[in-house]
């Protein structure tokens, strides 16, 4: 698992770790900060979100005109926006900030201007309009830690959100979903005979070198910027097929993705090309498959009338080749054997399974 959210995260530092409590998303997401950043370093922040976050403040802080220093009102900065200042005096390794439930709140309250800042090419924060000759404003505890008016947001910044679906949560909305890399966490028999026999589910990893770090980032910063190496040509028309054929059954349904889907798959097959250890066994069917699951199906959710319809005909697309839709009306729906995208026609089934006892679901739930 902890290779699927390295990929993710390096093809786009935006991952969303969904499942129920106690998979170990939260562990993952640490081991893998632990693993580039060590244990014990300033380039990590481990963020629980309240259910009282309902404006950015809880992220990026705000000004205090009630107290002065030096003449200027102070500023009281986050945990967060800490970590957003370490990563930009410290552009050559990546800095990781993970928050912990993070849909325990409205994520679009407190995190839409994080996340339009993040997106756009020249994202700058604007924190203040205040400050000395310089533009800054003293920190709140700290006089000597300024906090200029904008930041730029730094590159070598990565965001891992984990989520629980429960009456105590929020769902996401499209635009957060379209914005990530979504993870599932389920609990397999084969973890949970490993957890029985060794009383424990996840492993630690060792931690890497630094220069392993600098590898890592500069991996994820060519990925955005299209400079690494494109998959072989002919799997290429392949991939580009598989996204047509998917994005035609969503628009048949009003539910089709938009260009910044199919970038991000592109990105992500390259990315994962780059990290092939044998190019000779690499294989675009296998990245698909992820994809699908991580990125197609997210969004997708919906009344029993609505959506049965459409993840039938994916359930077409994904299953095994030779199968008709009849075929999935039935109760009793075919397994993955031989299905063609295994990933992420297992999912489709279980939501086709859902859909039907329930009258309504959605992706992550």
């Known amino acids: 698992m902890i290779i699927k959210v390295y990929t993710a995260t390096a093809c786009k530092p935006f991952v969303i770790l969904t499942g129920n409590s106690g998979t170990g998303k939260t562990k993952v997401a640490e081991l893998l900060a632990h693993h580039l950043r060590g244990k014990d370093s300033d380039g990590y922040e481990l963020v629980a ?36 200042l370490r990563a930009k005096d410290d552009p050559s390794y990546p800095y990781f900030l993970i928050l912990d439930e993070m849909n325990l709140s409205h994520v679009e309250r407190y995190f839409s201007d994080f996340l339009s800042v993040m997106e756009s090419k020249a994202g700058v924060f604007h924190l203040h309009s205040e400050g000395d000759e310089n533009g800054t404003l003293p920190a709140a505890g700290n006089a000597k830690k300024r906090v200029p008016k904008n930041l730029l947001f730094p590159g070598n910044v990565f965001v891992i959100g984990t989520v629980n679906i429960d009456e105590t949560t929020y769902m996401f909305s499209p635009k957060v979903l379209d914005r990530a890399n979504v993870i599932e966490f389920r ?68 539910m089709e993705f938009g260009f910044r889907t199919m970038n991000e798959i592109r990105r992500y097959f390259r990315v994962d090309y780059a990290l092939s250890a044998d190019k000779s066994l690499w294989r675009w069917e296998t990245v698909f498959d992820i994809q699908l699951l991580q990125k197609i199906l997210p969004k ?65 739930q």
């Not at 839709?325 to 990933?343: I, L, N, V």
Request: hydrophobic content about 35%; charged content about 30%; aromatic content about 8%.
């Open 300 to 364: 997708l959710h919906g009344s029993k009338r609505r959506i049965e319809p459409l993840l039938i005909e994916l359930a077409v697309f994904s299953g095994k080749k030779g199968l008709k839709p009849d075929d999935y009306r039935k109760a009793d729906m075919p397994d993955d054997t031989d299905a063609k995208y295994p990933k992420g026609y297992c999912k489709i089934r279980e939501m086709i399974e859902v859909v039907r006892r329930d009258q309504f679901v959605s992706f992550i």
């Open 187 to 254: 609990m397999n028999p084969d973890a949970v005979d490993q957890y029985l026999d060794s009383g424990s589910g996840i492993s630690d990893i060792a931690e890497a070198d630094a220069s392993y770090a600098r590898t890592f980032l500069d991996l994820s910063l060519k990925a955005r910027g299209d400079e690494l190496e494109e998959i072989p040509e002919g799997q290429i028309a392949e991939v580009n097929k598989a996204i047509r054929a998917a994005f035609d059954i969503t628009a048949k349904f009003k």
């Open 49 to 84: 979100v309240g259910a009282d976050w309902t404006d950015n403040r809880n992220v990026l802080g705000f000004v205090n005109n009630l107290k002065e220093n030096d003449g200027y009102p102070v500023y009281h900065t986050t945990r967060i926006l800490d970590l957003l």
